[in-house]
């Protein structure tokens, strides 16, 4: 009975959610995968907040490429750590220590990924003049995969 309740109370909602009539025959897959999944679900939305907010700089108030990714990469960072850290990850720190320790990890990860990106909109955008949404989209998939092993392997690790 104890067991139970801790069980329950274990649960974030995307476990309920997989619990609804109709979702539970996916709750084999779900359980196997969830890191993954949530990681894809929350990356996703990651990226709708960095493409969004690149374009509302670059196409609606002209700011240079090179620079609205940047104000997209600050907003995207602090998204982004929230929702792995929570969810995906669920690493969850006691001390203000530990939080402080992950979140450094965390962006120096990501301004690894940030240089690379950069990099890829300067050449791209800027020296070769492509379609700067088409190169932010591109640009984007790399960063996602790219900091999904910089935060498994590194800044999320597990013991």
């Known amino acids: 009975m104890k067991s139970k309740v801790k069980d329950i109370m274990k649960k974030d909602i995307f476990d309920k959610i997989m619990e609804l009539p109709g979702l539970r025959i996916f709750q084999t897959f779900y359980k196997k ?7 894809l679900f929350f990356g996703a939305l990651t990226m709708i907040v960095s493409i969004a907010s ?10 240079n490429a090179l620079v609205a990714n940047i104000i997209s990469w ?8 929230y929702t792995n850290r929570i969810w995906v990850f669920q690493a969850q720190t006691n001390l203000i220590r530990d ?11 990501r301004i690894v990924t940030l240089i690379i990106e950069e990099v ?21 998939v790399v960063v996602v995969i790219l900091n999904y092993v910089i935060s498994k392997l590194w800044v999320f690790r597990k013991g």
């Open 99 to 109: 939080f402080l320790k992950q979140m450094a990890s965390f962006c120096s990860g």
């Open 54 to 63: 690149y374009a509302i700089c670059n196409l609606t108030f002209g700011i």
């Open 74 to 81: 600050i907003l995207a960072v602090m998204f982004a750590f």
């Open 33 to 39: 995968y969830k890191e993954i999944l949530l990681y």
């Open 120 to 140: 890829i909109l300067f050449i791209f955008i800027t020296c070769l003049h492509y379609n700067s949404m088409v190169i932010k989209v591109i640009a984007q």
